[in-house]
Protein backbone atom coordinates (compact mmCIF):
# COMPACT_ATOMS: atom_id res chain seq x y z
CA UNK A 1 0.00 0.00 0.00
CA UNK A 2 1.49 3.45 -0.72
CA UNK A 3 1.23 6.57 0.41
CA UNK A 4 -1.15 7.59 -2.80
CA UNK A 5 -3.17 4.98 -1.82
CA UNK A 6 -4.23 6.06 1.74
CA UNK A 7 -4.81 9.55 0.48
CA UNK A 8 -7.17 7.91 -2.33
CA UNK A 9 -8.81 5.95 0.30
CA UNK A 10 -9.26 8.87 2.27
CA UNK A 11 -10.73 11.07 -0.09
CA UNK A 12 -13.00 8.30 -0.98
CA UNK A 13 -14.10 7.75 2.42
CA UNK A 14 -15.26 11.84 2.99
CA UNK A 15 -16.97 11.44 -0.32
CA UNK A 16 -19.06 8.74 0.65
CA UNK A 17 -19.17 10.44 4.62
CA UNK A 18 -20.31 13.26 2.95
CA UNK A 19 -22.58 11.91 0.90
CA UNK A 20 -24.74 10.19 3.55
CA UNK A 21 -24.17 12.87 5.50
CA UNK A 22 -28.06 13.81 4.34
CA UNK A 23 -29.74 11.20 4.71
CA UNK A 24 -28.75 11.21 8.88
CA UNK A 25 -30.01 14.10 8.88
CA UNK A 26 -33.15 13.51 7.44
CA UNK A 27 -33.20 10.48 10.09
CA UNK A 28 -33.18 12.72 13.06
CA UNK A 29 -35.47 15.03 11.59
CA UNK A 30 -37.86 12.20 10.93
CA UNK A 31 -36.87 11.24 14.53
CA UNK A 32 -38.02 14.17 16.49
CA UNK A 33 -41.82 14.13 14.97
CA UNK A 34 -42.17 10.74 15.39
CA UNK A 35 -40.80 10.17 18.21
CA UNK A 36 -40.40 6.48 17.27
CA UNK A 37 -37.19 4.48 16.56
CA UNK A 38 -36.02 5.02 13.33
CA UNK A 39 -37.82 3.99 9.81
CA UNK A 40 -36.02 6.05 7.31
CA UNK A 41 -32.35 4.42 8.61
CA UNK A 42 -33.66 1.18 8.61
CA UNK A 43 -35.30 1.19 5.56
CA UNK A 44 -31.84 2.85 3.80
CA UNK A 45 -29.83 0.38 5.68
CA UNK A 46 -31.92 -2.24 4.64
CA UNK A 47 -31.91 -1.46 0.76
CA UNK A 48 -28.44 -0.52 0.73
CA UNK A 49 -27.69 -4.10 2.75
CA UNK A 50 -29.57 -5.80 -0.61
CA UNK A 51 -28.76 -3.59 -3.64
CA UNK A 52 -25.77 -2.01 -3.02
CA UNK A 53 -22.99 -5.05 -3.83
CA UNK A 54 -22.12 -4.66 -0.29
CA UNK A 55 -22.84 -8.68 0.28
CA UNK A 56 -22.67 -9.63 -3.24
CA UNK A 57 -21.59 -8.43 -6.48
CA UNK A 58 -24.32 -6.08 -8.75
CA UNK A 59 -23.97 -8.57 -11.11
CA UNK A 60 -25.79 -11.34 -9.80
CA UNK A 61 -29.26 -9.16 -9.99
CA UNK A 62 -31.69 -8.67 -12.41
CA UNK A 63 -30.73 -5.53 -14.80
CA UNK A 64 -33.51 -3.32 -13.17
CA UNK A 65 -32.47 -4.21 -9.61
CA UNK A 66 -29.07 -3.28 -10.58
CA UNK A 67 -30.60 -0.08 -11.84
CA UNK A 68 -31.72 0.54 -8.70
CA UNK A 69 -28.67 -0.70 -6.76
CA UNK A 70 -27.03 2.75 -8.54
CA UNK A 71 -29.54 5.10 -6.67
CA UNK A 72 -27.72 4.70 -3.76
CA UNK A 73 -24.68 6.31 -2.83
CA UNK A 74 -22.75 3.21 -0.94
CA UNK A 75 -22.84 1.30 -4.43
CA UNK A 76 -20.53 4.06 -5.69
CA UNK A 77 -18.84 4.32 -2.35
CA UNK A 78 -18.04 0.54 -2.69
CA UNK A 79 -17.01 0.70 -6.33
CA UNK A 80 -14.52 3.56 -5.44
CA UNK A 81 -12.83 2.00 -2.60
CA UNK A 82 -12.39 -1.26 -4.33
CA UNK A 83 -10.72 0.50 -7.30
CA UNK A 84 -8.37 2.11 -4.61
CA UNK A 85 -7.93 -0.72 -2.29
CA UNK A 86 -8.17 -3.88 -4.46
CA UNK A 87 -6.83 -2.41 -7.87
CA UNK A 88 -4.52 0.42 -6.96
CA UNK A 89 -6.31 2.99 -9.45
CA UNK A 90 -5.66 6.87 -8.51
CA UNK A 91 -8.25 9.11 -8.39
CA UNK A 92 -7.79 10.66 -11.50
CA UNK A 93 -8.65 6.51 -12.95
CA UNK A 94 -11.87 6.95 -15.12
CA UNK A 95 -14.07 4.57 -12.70
CA UNK A 96 -12.86 6.41 -9.17
CA UNK A 97 -13.52 9.64 -10.61
CA UNK A 98 -17.03 8.77 -11.86
CA UNK A 99 -17.97 7.35 -8.67
CA UNK A 100 -16.30 10.55 -6.90
CA UNK A 101 -18.74 12.56 -8.94
CA UNK A 102 -21.58 10.98 -8.37
CA UNK A 103 -20.83 11.20 -4.48
CA UNK A 104 -19.98 14.65 -4.33
CA UNK A 105 -23.76 15.01 -6.75
CA UNK A 106 -25.71 13.30 -3.69
CA UNK A 107 -23.73 15.37 -1.43
CA UNK A 108 -24.86 18.28 -3.23
CA UNK A 109 -28.43 16.89 -3.03
CA UNK A 110 -28.95 14.93 -0.18
CA UNK A 111 -26.88 17.55 2.35
CA UNK A 112 -29.44 20.52 1.91
CA UNK A 113 -31.98 18.01 1.77
CA UNK A 114 -31.01 16.58 5.27
CA UNK A 115 -30.72 20.41 6.57
CA UNK A 116 -34.20 21.45 5.57
CA UNK A 117 -35.67 17.98 6.90
CA UNK A 118 -34.05 18.55 10.06
CA UNK A 119 -34.80 22.05 10.59
CA UNK A 120 -39.01 21.02 9.69
CA UNK A 121 -38.32 18.15 12.56
CA UNK A 122 -36.82 20.53 15.00
CA UNK A 123 -39.33 23.68 14.35
CA UNK A 124 -42.25 21.12 14.48
CA UNK A 125 -40.98 19.54 17.43
CA UNK A 126 -40.45 22.75 19.69
CA UNK A 127 -43.91 24.07 18.29
CA UNK A 128 -45.55 20.86 19.77
CA UNK A 129 -43.78 20.99 22.80
CA UNK A 130 -42.44 17.78 22.69
CA UNK A 131 -38.62 18.22 21.27
CA UNK A 132 -37.46 16.91 25.13
CA UNK A 133 -39.74 13.79 25.03
CA UNK A 134 -38.64 10.48 23.60
Request: aromatic residues 12%.
Amino acid sequence: MTAATVVSGLVVTLAAALAMLGFGLMAAGVVMVTKQGDPVTFTIETLNYLFTGLYYPLSVLPTWLQAVGKVFPLTHALDASRRVFLSGESLAAPGVSHSLAVLVAFAAVSIPAGIATFTWGFHRARKTGTLTFF
